[in-house]
């Protein structure tokens, strides 16, 4: 026996190692119930909203196109006591979950457009809010078409719906208040129209110029002296400054024009299943860079966020970097690159 030391050191890990599995066994039932009391504890807690608080939950700050960083468009906020919604894409229930969003507290879900990656996480959001417990109505509200868009959700959740109720029983889960409302906005000027107005919070839309969209909408939301503007799809457009000027933050969609061309070069090269001159359609109905800079400036706005970015690039410093080039040339305010699970808190 050449190392008697060693086995001995061996032997006591081994042994050592031995009593750790034994009182992870023997205590195996306590540190999962423990857990999930934690975890019931913390989702309680999370649905608890401030009166006074106003805070942006960034839940989606992509595109259509599937990315492991960004989910498609969606923005949380806190207000009132209340959570809303403008826009919600696919993976927004997840994504709320996630972030530990007040879900049950959702009062209104704001469509910017009817472009499936704002709204194909509609039916998801109001579906799970009433089956994890919200027990009040949701409004939904959006352009011409979003009757038609609530109507389809009723129709093939209506055997859902139905079994859930059996099962959880009707006084869990009241028959009434299940998958939202319509509220329909017809807008053909470019005067901002209040869509809600309730307990200190003002929310307004007014028309954007996304084409090929006869009603795109960007929304005003106002809250505690503060205000905030959310973009919604738009080329540029002076309807944006107009109604964000003097605001403390304009959350604003942009397109790289430079990645974008980029992205075409490679699929000249090396093909693929989209038809590189399509990128430039794309590009066309949206805002580039330089001059969501140039809006931000002309509104003389407290700070600006970028989000639904085109393409879609990876939560990182440098990449962002690289896709926000020359914009603090012409902006003079901080400018934030939102990621998906990004709050900013305007009032605490």
Request: charged share 20%; aromatic share 8%; glycine share 8%.
């Amino acid at each position: 026996m050449k190392n008697p030391r060693m086995l001995y050191v061996l032997g006591g890990f081994v042994g050592l190692t031995a009593l750790v599995i034994g009182l992870l066994s023997v205590n195996r039932s306590a540190l999962i119930n423990w857990q999930i009391e934690r975890g019931v504890q913390e989702g309680v807690a999370s649905q608890e909203v401030s009166p006074t608080r106003f805070e942006l939950i960034f839940c989606g700050t992509g595109t259509p196109q599937f990315f492991p960083d960004r989910s498609q468009p969606c923005l949380g906020v806190v207000a009132a006591g209340k959570f809303f919604l403008f826009d919600a894409g696919q993976n927004a229930s997840r994504q709320l979950s996630a972030t530990a969003s007040p879900f049950t507290k959702l009062e209104a879900v704001f469509l910017t457009h009817l472009h499936s990656d704002h709204m194909s996480g509609v039916a998801d959001v109001l579906h799970s809010s009433w089956l994890m417990g919200r027990q009040h109505d949701v409004d939904v509200v959006g352009p011409p078409g979003t009757q038609q868009l609530l109507d389809g959700i009723h129709q093939g959740y209506s055997n859902d719906i139905e079994e859930r109720q059996r099962v959880l029983g009707v006084e869990y889960l009241e028959t009434t208040v299940n998958l939202g409302q319509a509220i329909e906005v017809t807008i053909d000027n470019e005067e901002a129209v209040v869509v809600y107005d309730a307990d200190g919070l003002v929310v307004e839309a007014f028309r954007v110029d996304h084409p090929d969209w006869p009603y795109a909408y960007g929304y005003r939301i106002s809250y505690g002296g503060k205000t905030v503007v959310v973009s919604g799809d738009t080329k540029y457009t002076p309807a944006i400054a107009k109604h964000s000027r003097g605001t403390d933050m304009l959350i604003h969609e942009a397109v790289n024009l430079d990645m974008m061309e980029q992205i075409a070069s490679a699929l000249r090269e090396f093909g693929g299943p989209v038809n590189p001159d399509r990128l430039a359609l794309i590009s066309e109905v949206h805002t580039p860079t330089l001059e969501v800079a140039r809006v931000a400036q002309e509104a003389s706005v407290a700070k600006l966020v970028l989000t639904h970015l085109i393409p879609p690039i990876p939560a990182n410093f440098v990449a962002e970097q690289h896709y926000s080039d020359g914009m603090d040339e012409i902006y003079e305010g901080e400018i934030i690159m939102a990621r998906d699970g990004m709050r900013i808190t305007l009032i605490e």
